[in-house]
């Protein structure tokens, strides 16, 4: 179980400037050249919505949670929704997303190719653009607010969020909840987590993390999920940056 933040010493989501988040500096340092933690990334994700989803064809609406500057999320989506919602809080990178729905730049195409390799993305062909464009819609908003909402979907993403937002372990596990109780009864889903991240810069701007591993994971999923399985990823000397161990990705479905 990892130790979590010196008592006294918590940053809170509200506590951070959102709006100083550059999603150039982002894309410049993550995702310009694809990364082979994200290839795996993908291929994990992929294989976990394609066995579920199967012949069976997909479902009307879908959510990425948190997306920041990242659309491989949504294109792991693409295939099985009528409609996905890329929830943000930053305004500037909600900017980022509705330019990227417009027509995502080339750099994306190399996580489009990996996820081509099964049969069901395969047959959006060499360049989804135009039904990126029809199906993917940002919308600015708070991970917390879904707790408070309504709103259902039907599958769920969420990269690199709930333990970048925050050094509180009560904001986390609040963050992974409002999450899953997003999500429909038995909806599919897959969520990173950086492991032991000790917070990141973007730009001249620091940010706050909470200290995961994978017990932590588990244990903020448990209550919510089903048939859960975790994959951790990165190897000494092959990581995006320092200040943390490794990537882990769990994939499952909402419980009952």
């Not at 330019?99 to 069901?120: I, K, M, T």
């Not at 309504?150 to 999450?179: K, N």
């Amino acid at each position: 179980m990892t130790s979590g933040s010196p008592i006294g010493a918590e940053k809170l989501n509200d506590d951070v400037a959102w709006e100083d988040f550059d999603p150039r500096e982002y894309i410049n340092h993550n995702y310009l050249v694809l990364h082979p933690d994200d290839e795996e990334i993908i291929s994990v994700v992929r294989d976990h919505f394609s066995s579920h989803f199967g012949a069976s064809g997909g479902v009307p609406t879908g959510i990425d949670v948190g997306a920041g500057p990242n659309i491989y999320p949504a294109l792991a989506m693409l295939p099985w929704c009528d409609k996905i919602t890329l929830l943000e809080r930053s305004p500037a990178n909600v900017q980022y997303l509705g330019a990227q729905c417009e027509s995502y730049a080339d750099h994306w195409d190399q996580f489009w190719d990996v996820l081509r390799r099964d049969p069901a993305y395969r047959g959006l062909g060499a360049d989804p653009r135009a039904r990126f464009a029809q199906t993917v819609h940002p919308r600015l908003g708070n991970l917390f607010d879904l707790c408070r909402g309504d709103e259902r979907w039907s599958l769920g993403t969420m990269f690199f969020v709930a333990e970048s937002i925050t050094t509180s372990r009560e904001e986390f596990r609040r963050g992974v909840g409002c999450f899953m109780k997003a999500l429909e009864p038995g909806a599919p889903f897959a969520a990173a987590f950086m492991e032991h991240s000790r917070g990141y810069r973007v730009g001249d701007s620091s940010f706050p993390a909470f200290d995961i591993d994978d017990q932590e994971v588990r244990d903020a999923l448990g209550p919510y999920a089903e048939k859960v399985e975790t994959h951790r990823l990165g190897q000494p000397g092959g990581l995006l940056r320092e200040g943390y161990t490794g990537m882990i990705v769990a994939c499952g479905h909402r419980g009952g």
